[in-house]
Nanobody
Framework: VQLQASGGGLVQPGGSLRLSCVAS????????MEWHRQAPGKQREFVAT???????NYADSVKGRFTISRDNAKNTVYLQMNSLKPEDTAVYYC?????????WGQGTLVTVSS
């Protein structure tokens, strides 16, 4: 399984970005897709998750600002990030869990700064 994340960049506080992550390879229809992030000098942390059945869950720090969604036909998961704050600055990673295996994509950098 390969995961390709994109959509990061520089944005001002209060702005928005949408991240995408496309999965390819040996895919199973039963899976969980997630976004995690790692800020400079900090441990990687959970951001949001969406199951193949469209159930979602969010870290408290992003609830009400971020929305995770997926397009199963395109094997793609999205993270819509609104009302961005400087503390959202991090490398964002997508993760796929299927058949008890965990697959990580490469990160995409999000920088929130004026």
């Amino acid at each position: 399984v390969q995961l390709q994340a994109s959509g990061g960049g520089l944005v001002q506080p209060g702005g928005s970005l949408r991240l995408s992550c496309v999965a390819s390879g040996s895919l199973d229809s039963r899976n969980v897709m997630e976004w995690h992030r790692q800020a400079p000098g900090k441990q990687r942390e959970f951001v949001a998750t969406v199951t193949s059945g469209m159930s979602t869950n969010y870290a408290d720090s992003v609830k009400g600002r971020f929305t995770i969604s997926r397009d199963n036909a395109k094997n793609t998961v999205y993270l819509q990030m609104n009302s961005l704050k400087p503390e959202d600055t991090a490398v964002y990673y997508c993760r796929r869990v299927q058949n008890n295996y965990i697959h990580w994509g490469q990160g995409t950098l999000v920088t929130v700064s004026s």
